[in-house]
């Protein structure tokens, strides 16, 4: 019974911890409460990848003196929705209901940022995709048969460090460029854009673009779209080079022939240098091999 009572009391001081650090985080920014995990209905099912979190950043983290430096628990204050696959570009209105309507039909990742001994690091989560039947030729029974038992649950698919500042700090950091926003969300995979970026909408329609601190091939070029007074590239602008953008590299790909990637159980660990571009995959499931804790 004991046990049981410390068990509800624990669940309920970290939601209070969770909520409070979320609260603070996400002070005076538009971001709706379903975007940020604590809040979210998958908070439950990914708090239970937390041991497998830690797991990955500790083997990562050779910059830490003494282990004892290392946290005992994940910082989920600052996880944060990042729709993928949205094919946002092709939809040719910049309607916020109608944006809002097809990402709520797109796939998304979690992007969980933390800083362990002053640097940042992140962990990605996201659901396990269905078997892809063209590929499933190249993958023994038993591989295949993992992937069936990971469709739909959550997964890490990303342990990154040397990455940018946390994506909700940025945004508040530049509450100047989004004060005029009514809402705002986090959209990666955009083609010429690739890295996430964050959408910003007013009066129910998509204004502009706000960037987090990658390099963006489409933007390099695009100084004029990007309005002095709100410093946020022009919606339709940017959706426009998008699609010139996507049809070049499918104009130019050229062969005629097929990549196949194969789908192996591999673990992943991307370090990334501190200028470097971290990229969220979204469609390939990496299969990790699990390990334990080093003593």
Not at 64 to 74: C, Q, R, T
Not at 250 to 256: A, K, R
Request: charged share 25%.
């Amino acid at each position: 019974m004991k046990k049981i009572v410390a068990l509800i009391i624990s669940g309920i001081l970290l939601l209070q911890l969770c909520t409070f650090a979320k609260a603070e985080s996400v002070k005076d920014i538009p971001v709706e409460k379903g975007d940020i995990l604590c809040e979210s209905v998958d908070f439950e099912e990914i708090k239970k990848l937390e041991s497998e979190m830690l797991n990955g950043l500790e083997d990562m983290c050779d910059w830490l003196e003494k282990p004892s430096d290392f946290p005992k628990k994940m910082d989920f204050s600052n996880a944060v929705k990042i729709y993928v696959d949205t094919g946002i570009q092709n939809l040719g209105t910049d309607k916020e209901t109608e944006i809002m309507k097809n990402l709520a039909l797109s796939n998304y990742v979690w992007v969980i940022h933390m800083k362990i001994g002053g640097e940042n690091v992140s962990v990605t989560v996201a659901r396990g995709k269905p078997l892809n039947e063209e590929r499933a030729s190249v993958l023994t029974a038993e591989d295949r048969e993992e992937i069936a038992n990971q469709e739909g649950k959550w997964m890490i698919s990303e342990w990154a460090t040397g990455v940018a500042e946390p994506f909700l700090s940025q945004i508040q950091d530049n509450q100047d460029i989004v004060k005029s926003c009514d809402r705002t969300v986090l959209i990666g995979g955009v083609p010429g854009l690739r890295q996430p970026a964050v959408l910003g909408f007013q009066d129910g329609k998509a204004v502009g673009w706000m960037t987090l601190g990658y390099d963006y091939p489409i933007l390099e070029e695009m100084s004029n779209a990007r309005s002095a007074s709100k410093g946020l590239y022009d919606f339709d602008a940017v959706m426009e080079a998008s699609q010139e953008y996507a049809n070049s590299i499918d104009n130019t790909s050229g062969g005629g022939g097929t990549i196949v990637e194969k789908e192996l159980p591999v673990s992943i660990y991307i370090v990334a240098a501190p200028v470097a571009v971290i990229s969220i995959f979204v469609g390939i499931i990496v299969l990790r091999e699990k390990r334990k804790r080093r003593e």
